[in-house]
Structure formats: structure tokens, C-alpha cells
Nanobody
């Protein structure tokens, strides 16, 4: 089992920044690829960013490329999402996820076996 806890969400004005953190416990963190997903009311959960076990491979959905940066610190069992130039359409609950496919990045939510409880990000216009 892997337990995941997100933090760092909040209310920010458009153009502002937030840094989300995901802290893992349980199994060896570096055995897992990690991802960030988000879900807005009435919408399906969508892939935002992913990172492989070492941090050497990352992937982003087109709408956040150039604005968001995913990273991880295996020594601290943490993953991060630095979000800059936030837009109102980024408003959603953000979830971190862990998947037992350590070397690649996957974009489908059902490929990830472990999820956090989510943290709310609200961007005002």
C-alpha cells in the first residue's frame, strides 16, 4: 500500500502561483511513477502532469505546458507541482497518484493504483 497526502492548495488570483506537494508513505517511493490529475465540477478527472521514478521523464497536458512544472524528491518521499501564471480554468480539485510503472509516464487515471484525497485550487479572475 502507498498512502498519499496532498497539500498546498488554496485561493489565488489569476496570474499568481501555487506549489502543490504530495507526500508518500508505505512502499518505496522510488518504485512508482507519479502523476497529478485534476477534476472540476461536472468534469471528468483529467491528467495534468506525470513523472517517472527518477524524474528523468516528465509529461504535461497541453494546457499547462510552460506554466506548470512537476518534480520529485525521492529522498523525502515528496512530489511537487509548481503552478505559475494560473488561470481561472485551472480551478479544480488536484489529486496526486502513484502507479507501479516506474519508468514511464502514463496519462490514464485508471492506470494509477493509489490516490490522495485531493486539494482544492481556486483561481479567481
Amino acid at each position: 500500500q502507498v498512502q498519499l497526502v496532498e497539500s498546498g492548495g488554496g485561493l489565488v488570483q489569476a496570474g499568481g502561483s501555487l506549489r502543490l506537494s504530495c507526500t508518500a508513505s508505505g512502499r518505496t517511493f522510488s518504485n512508482y511513477a507519479m502523476g497529478w490529475f485534476r477534476q472540476a465540477p461536472g468534469n471528468e478527472r483529467e491528467f495534468v502532469a506525470g513523472i517517472n521514478w527518477s524524474g528523468g521523464r516528465t509529461g504535461y497536458t497541453d494546457s499547462v505546458k510552460g506554466r506548470f512544472t512537476i518534480s520529485r524528491d525521492n529522498a523525502k518521499n515528496n512530489m511537487y507541482l509548481q503552478m505559475n501564471s494560473l488561470k481561472p480554468e485551472d480551478t479544480a480539485v488536484y489529486y496526486c497518484a502513484a502507479g507501479a510503472f516506474s519508468t514511464i509516464v502514463r496519462v490514464v487515471a485508471s492506470d494509477y493504483g493509489y490516490w490522495g484525497q485531493g486539494t482544492q485550487v481556486t483561481v479567481s479572475s
